[in-house]
């Protein structure tokens, strides 16, 4: 892993601690993880290969941090602040789930670098996987699905909460 994919890890793990200290869930709190994320695409995701099965890795990868996002935010506690903003606090099983999709991308990168490659590229051949694009798009569009869904879920779960108390 490369200093740039150590700060951007780094970065993501502090969102956790922002989520476990709470925040409203106003602009702010939609922006900055979306803007974080848009930038990781833009770093890593070059291209989107589609031969093989490489499609299949992607959408499970993706799959996976859109559970891993839904979960964080469906676990994650509500309430109404005093100004009719919802007010979002993260849990330990909101945290465990972050840190569960943080820290499988960590691995992998770390891994993958050192000793397990011959094993991905021997995964990868029996399972039709064209190249390591492939595992780059997977797991920079698992961290978007994870941010997205979390963010998505918590907004409708916010709005419902507004609704509920006019």
């Not at 793990?13 to 476990?20: E, G, M, Y």
């Not at 106003?26 to 031969?51: C, E, K, M």
Request: without cysteine; glycine residues 12%.
């Amino acid at each position: 892993m490369s200093t740039t994919d150590y700060l951007v890890n780094a970065v993501l793990v502090l969102l956790v601690i922002r989520q476990i200290r709470g925040s409203k869930l106003d602009l702010v709190n939609l922006v900055l993880p979306l803007v974080i994320v848009a930038a990781v695409g833009f770093q890593f995701l070059r291209s989107i290969p589609t031969a093989g099965n490489d499609l299949v890795l992607i959408a499970v990868l993706t799959g996976v941090g859109v559970l891993l996002g839904s979960g964080a935010a469906a676990t994650t506690r509500l309430r109404l602040g005093t100004d009719g903003v919802p007010f979002a606090k993260a849990g330990a099983v909101a945290a465990v789930l972050w840190v569960v999709g943080i820290g499988f991308r960590m691995a992998f990168a770390y891994f993958s670098g050192h000793g397990a490659g011959p094993d991905i590229d021997r995964f990868s051949a029996q399972h039709a996987i064209t190249s390591g694009q492939a595992w780059v798009a997977g797991l920079v569009l698992m961290a978007l699905g994870e941010v997205v869904a979390r963010m998505l879920v918590l907004r409708i779960r916010g709005h419902r909460l507004a609704v509920a108390a006019r």
